[in-house]
């Protein structure tokens, strides 16, 4: 087995690789310390695909809900907030051409913040999930809402219907 190239000193958003690489799985893991202190082992591609960029801990601190992130159990809005935001603003997002693409955007005050988004829309209902009301606007104030999932494919655009 050849060995992975060395990352060694570099920075992946608030990662920086100590060193120390092993091989776990089939995957190459990289000692590394976020910039909060902890240091934690990270696959070398989720460094590479920017799919990891800090530790959990500043992950909860950057929604601006510190230390409430399990108090508030807001996991799933925080998991809706940043899929979204992913498919408004990374091509490598396989829904991305749906969203993105298309000029589906978010609010600028919600892509800085976790919480702007959060303290609009409020906590999810059990067995509900983000849904834009209008599909040819983009996550935005007045636009978003909790819905069933009969609800939201009720609503979905026919793509079929968007080929000429």
């Given at each position: 087995m050849s060995r992975p190239e060395d990352l060694t000193g570099r920075k992946f958003g608030k990662w920086t690789v100590l060193g120390n690489y092993?091989?776990?799985d089939s995957?190459?893991?990289w000692t590394c310390r976020?910039?909060?202190g902890i240091?934690?082992?990270v696959a070398a591609s989720s460094l590479k695909h920017g799919t990891s960029t800090q530790c959990q801990s500043c992950a909860s601190t950057i929604h601006g809900?510190?230390?409430n992130f399990k108090q508030h159990n807001t996991a799933k809005e925080y998991n809706s907030w940043h899929a979204a935001k992913s498919r408004c603003t990374n091509p490598?997002?396989?829904k991305y051409a749906d969203y993105g693409g298309r000029g589906i955007y978010m609010d600028k005050t919600w892509m800085e913040s976790f919480k702007a988004f959060y303290d609009h829309i409020?906590?999810?209902?059990?067995?509900?999930?983000?849904d834009r009301e209008n599909n040819d606007l983009g996550y935005v104030p007045g636009n978003v809402r909790w819905v069933?999932?009969?609800?939201?494919?009720?609503n979905r655009r026919n793509k079929r219907e968007t080929i000429s």
């Open positions: 092993q091989r776990k995957a190459t893991y976020c910039e909060c240091e934690r082992d809900m510190a230390g490598n997002n396989p409020g906590p999810c209902p059990e067995g509900m999930i983000l069933t999932y009969s609800v939201s494919n009720e």
